[in-house]
């Protein structure tokens, strides 16, 4: 299935990750902002495709926390409070604009 295929009626993609994937339980995901929702996704498995999809309705967020943490290959850390905790590390450059593009919905 397509990530379309996961949107909701009368959701429209705001922003999404690009080429630069975010970690969330030891796992590579897109993410994906709508106007709704945060969305983690990514299709697994080279011959036999798998969709991995996790969502958080914006309208559920209660705060969204940066950090960084490294020296040298410095890693950028988001939290996002919800119904319950999502995790997400990557490169910091690319995280930091992650948390920017999240607080323009909340």
């Known amino acids: 299935m397509a ?6 009626p009368g959701e429209e993609i705001k922003y999404q990750s690009g080429e ?12 994906i902002l709508t106007n ?9 498995g080279l011959v036999v ?4 999809v996790i969502t ?5 967020l209660q705060g969204v926390k940066y950090k960084e943490k490294g020296l040298i290959l410095k890693e950028g850390l988001i939290e996002i409070q919800g119904k319950t905790l999502i995790q997400l590390s990557g490169h910091a450059a690319s995280m930091k ?10």
């Open 3 to 8: 990530l379309e295929d996961f949107l909701m």
């Open 20 to 31: 630069s994937l975010v970690k969330y339980g030891g796992k590579d995901y897109k993410l």
């Open 36 to 44: 709704k929702r945060i969305l983690l996704y990514n299709s697994r």
């Open 49 to 52: 495709k798998k969709d991995d």
């Open 56 to 60: 958080q309705k914006l309208e559920e």
């Open 97 to 106: 604009a992650l948390y920017q593009q999240i607080m323009q919905f909340i």
